[in-house]
């Protein structure tokens, strides 16, 4: 199958329900990219993607100009690079360093929100609420940056934006309720659910996560 990718495409496999593979989608819809995106279980992902990768059942993977590209900030900065337009990285370099280690902290640093939604997914019940209630905390001792900008921590819409957007999707299918200490995290979320990009990005497997 991959053999016969064409080179100038830019193709995106994606697991349906990921959350890295939601970021990427957003990302690049929120950029109007061209693209083909292959939406797939993670166990139907073909073969020949882990030989390129080199790994086993993660997700997303990124072909473009005969590139192949698999780690989520990796994928996040060169699309920002490669489709400049809207920019969702500062230009001043303390600025997007900021966001780098915000990412980071959510998607990479131990005990992260990513690894705690896999808990929550996949764990015993004592892991799982234990989680829950770390994810809660944290989302409600950042409401002063949800509250203070029309998005996090900023003016305009960053690649932070996409991963928090993706978590706040997916907290009612996680059981977790921010209730009035969380509003501006809620209310920060919706910005997000409503912009056409957001919208887009959704599998329909997704699009159940907050009915």
Same mark, same amino acid.
């Given at each position: 199958?991959?053999? +016969?990718?064409n080179q100038?495409s830019?193709?995106l496999?994606?697991?349906?329900?990921?959350m890295?593979s939601?970021?990427v989608?957003?990302?690049?819809?929120e950029k +109007?990219?061209e693209?083909e995106i292959?939406?797939?279980?993670?166990k139907?992902? $073909?073969e020949?993607?882990?030989?390129?990768?080199?790994?086993h059942g993660y997700d997303?993977?990124?072909?473009?100009?005969?590139?192949?590209?698999?780690d989520l900030?990796?994928?996040?900065?060169?699309?920002?690079?490669?489709?400049p337009f809207? $920019?969702?990285l500062p230009v001043?370099?303390?600025?997007?360093?900021?966001?780098r280690?915000?990412?980071?902290?959510?998607t990479?640093?131990?005990? %992260?929100w990513?690894e705690?939604? %896999?808990t929550?997914q996949?764990g015993?019940?004592k892991?799982?609420?234990?989680?829950?209630?770390i994810?809660?905390s944290?989302l409600?001792?950042?409401?002063?940056?949800?509250a203070?900008q $029309?998005?996090?921590n900023?003016n305009?819409?960053t690649?932070?934006?996409a991963?928090l957007?993706?978590l706040l999707?997916r907290l +009612?299918?996680l059981d977790?309720?921010l209730?009035?200490p969380?509003?501006?995290?809620?209310?920060?979320a919706?910005?997000l659910?409503a912009?056409?990009g957001?919208k887009?990005?959704?599998?329909?497997?997704?699009?159940?996560? %907050?009915?």
């Amino acid at each position: 199958m991959l053999s +016969k990718i064409n080179q100038s495409s830019t193709i995106l496999y994606s697991s349906i329900s990921g959350m890295e593979s939601h970021i990427v989608r957003f990302i690049m819809a929120e950029k +109007k990219i061209e693209r083909e995106i292959i939406n797939l279980k993670i166990k139907d992902f $073909p073969e020949e993607i882990f030989d390129f990768t080199e790994r086993h059942g993660y997700d997303p993977t990124l072909f473009d100009r005969g590139v192949i590209l698999y780690d989520l900030s990796v994928i996040m900065e060169y699309l920002d690079e490669r489709f400049p337009f809207p $920019p969702l990285l500062p230009v001043d370099p303390i600025e997007k360093s900021k966001k780098r280690l915000l990412i980071f902290r959510f998607t990479r640093a131990t005990g %992260n929100w990513f690894e705690l939604v %896999n808990t929550i997914q996949t764990g015993i019940k004592k892991d799982a609420d234990n989680a829950r209630k770390i994810i809660k905390s944290n989302l409600i001792e950042l409401t002063p940056l949800f509250a203070h900008q $029309p998005f996090f921590n900023s003016n305009s819409m960053t690649i932070v934006d996409a991963c928090l957007a993706v978590l706040l999707w997916r907290l +009612k299918r996680l059981d977790i309720n921010l209730g009035k200490p969380g509003k501006a995290a809620t209310d920060y979320a919706k910005r997000l659910f409503a912009r056409e990009g957001f919208k887009e990005s959704l599998t329909d497997c997704e699009k159940e996560y %907050n009915t």
